[in-house]
C-alpha cells in the first residue's frame, strides 16, 4: 500500500520578500492559507512542514503546531538535504518501505494551491508509472498557471536526486537536477481541464507587488464565497475578472 507524505518547504529567510511565509493575507499567515488548503487532501497521510534550524524560523514552527501538522527542521541552504531527510525521518518512523512511499512537493510560496488539484495528481502519479509528475508551473503546454499545483515523485526519486545532485543549485532547488536532466527521467504531463486553463496567469509569490495581487484576489473569493475552501475554477475565474483590466505589456496576468 503507497503511502503519500505531502511536504511544505518554509523558511522565513526569503532572499525576495523576506518573511512572506507570515505575511498577512485577508487576515491570516500566507503559511496558514497552505496548510488549510491542504489539510483538504484525501489521498495525503502526512503533512510535514520542512524548515530550517534557524531561530527566526521559530514562529513557523508555532504555526504548524497550531494547525496540527509535523514538523522537520534542516539546512537551510541544501533544501534538497532537508526535503530527503525530513521525508526519511517519518518514512523511518512509520516503517514504510522505500518503494511504498510518494512524495508531494508545496512551496510555501503558493498560497492558492488547489486541494482538489493535488488529489487529482496524486492520483495521476499512482495510475501512471511516471517518476515524476507536475502541474505547479506552465511548462510542457500543460496550461495550468503558475502556482496552483504541486510535484509528485517516488521517494526512491528523491533518494537519487539527493545522491547525484552535487552543484549548489541542484541542492537549493529540490527537482532542479530533474529540469535540468529531462532525458533521465520519465517525467508525466497532467494538462490542465479546460476550465482552468490558464497557463499566463500568476498565482504564486515572489514580490510585494505579487503578495498584493494575492491579497485582492483572495478578497474577491471571500467577498463571493465566504470562509470556505476555494477551488480551482472559483480562483481562476476570480482571477480573471481582477485581471481583464490590469494587463501587463508582455501579457502576464497580473495586478
Same mark, same amino acid.
Given at each position: 500500500m503507497?503511502?503519500v507524505?505531502?511536504?511544505?518547504?518554509?523558511? =522565513?529567510g526569503?532572499?525576495r520578500?523576506?518573511g512572506k511565509? =507570515? =505575511?498577512?493575507?485577508c487576515?491570516?499567515?500566507l503559511l496558514a492559507?497552505? $496548510?488549510?488548503?491542504m489539510?483538504?487532501?484525501?489521498l495525503?497521510?502526512?503533512?510535514?512542514v /520542512?524548515?530550517?534550524?534557524?531561530d527566526?524560523?521559530? &514562529? $513557523?514552527?508555532?504555526?504548524? #503546531?497550531?494547525?496540527d501538522?509535523? &514538523?522537520?527542521?534542516?539546512?537551510e541552504?541544501?533544501?534538497?538535504?532537508r526535503?530527503?531527510?525530513?521525508a526519511?525521518?517519518?518514512m523511518k518512523?512509520? !516503517?514504510?518501505e522505500?518503494?511504498?512511499?510518494v512524495i508531494?512537493?508545496?512551496c510555501?510560496?503558493?498560497?492558492?494551491v488547489d486541494?482538489?488539484? &493535488?488529489d487529482?495528481i496524486?492520483?495521476?502519479?499512482?495510475?501512471?508509472g511516471?517518476?515524476? &509528475?507536475?502541474?505547479?508551473i506552465?511548462a510542457f503546454d500543460n496550461?495550468?498557471p503558475?502556482?496552483?499545483?504541486v510535484?509528485?515523485?517516488g521517494?526512491?526519486i528523491?533518494?537519487?536526486l539527493?545522491? #547525484?545532485?552535487?552543484?549548489?543549485?541542484?541542492?537549493?532547488?529540490v527537482?532542479?537536477?530533474?529540469w535540468?536532466?529531462?532525458?533521465?527521467?520519465?517525467?508525466?504531463?497532467? !494538462? /490542465?481541464?479546460?476550465s482552468?486553463?490558464?497557463p499566463?496567469?500568476e498565482?504564486?509569490v515572489?514580490t510585494?507587488?505579487d @503578495?498584493?495581487w494575492i491579497?485582492?484576489v483572495? *478578497?474577491? %473569493?471571500i467577498e @463571493?464565497?465566504g470562509n470556505?475552501c476555494?477551488?480551482?475554477?472559483?480562483?481562476? +475565474?476570480a482571477?480573471?475578472? %481582477?485581471?481583464?483590466n490590469? %494587463? *501587463?505589456? +508582455?501579457?502576464v %496576468?497580473?495586478?
Open positions: 503507497k503511502k507524505y505531502l511536504i511544505i518547504q518554509a523558511r =522565513m526569503s532572499t520578500l523576506p511565509v =507570515m =505575511m498577512d493575507i487576515g491570516k499567515p492559507w497552505i $496548510i488549510e488548503r489539510k483538504e487532501t484525501v495525503t497521510d502526512r503533512i510535514i /520542512a524548515t530550517t534550524k534557524k527566526q524560523d521559530e &514562529v $513557523i514552527i508555532d504555526l504548524a #503546531k497550531r494547525y501538522v509535523d &514538523v522537520f527542521r534542516g539546512d541552504k541544501d533544501v534538497l538535504g526535503f530527503y531527510e525530513a526519511s525521518f517519518f518512523k512509520d !516503517k514504510i522505500e518503494d511504498n512511499l508531494v512537493r508545496v510555501a510560496d503558493n498560497p492558492l486541494p482538489w488539484e &493535488v487529482r496524486i492520483g495521476f502519479f499512482l495510475k501512471s511516471y517518476e515524476y &509528475v507536475f502541474n505547479h506552465p496550461g495550468y503558475n502556482g496552483l499545483g510535484e509528485v515523485f521517494f526512491k528523491l533518494k537519487e539527493w545522491f #547525484k545532485a552535487k552543484e549548489e543549485s541542484h541542492r537549493e532547488h527537482t532542479k537536477y530533474i535540468d536532466n529531462p532525458n533521465s527521467f520519465s517525467i508525466g504531463i497532467l !494538462k /490542465a481541464p479546460p482552468i486553463y490558464e499566463s496567469l498565482l504564486d515572489d510585494q507587488k @503578495l498584493d491579497k485582492k483572495y *478578497s474577491r %473569493l @463571493l464565497y470556505k476555494f477551488n480551482a475554477v472559483e480562483i481562476i +475565474d482571477a480573471r475578472f %481582477l485581471s481583464k490590469f %494587463l *501587463s505589456i +508582455d501579457g %496576468l497580473k495586478y
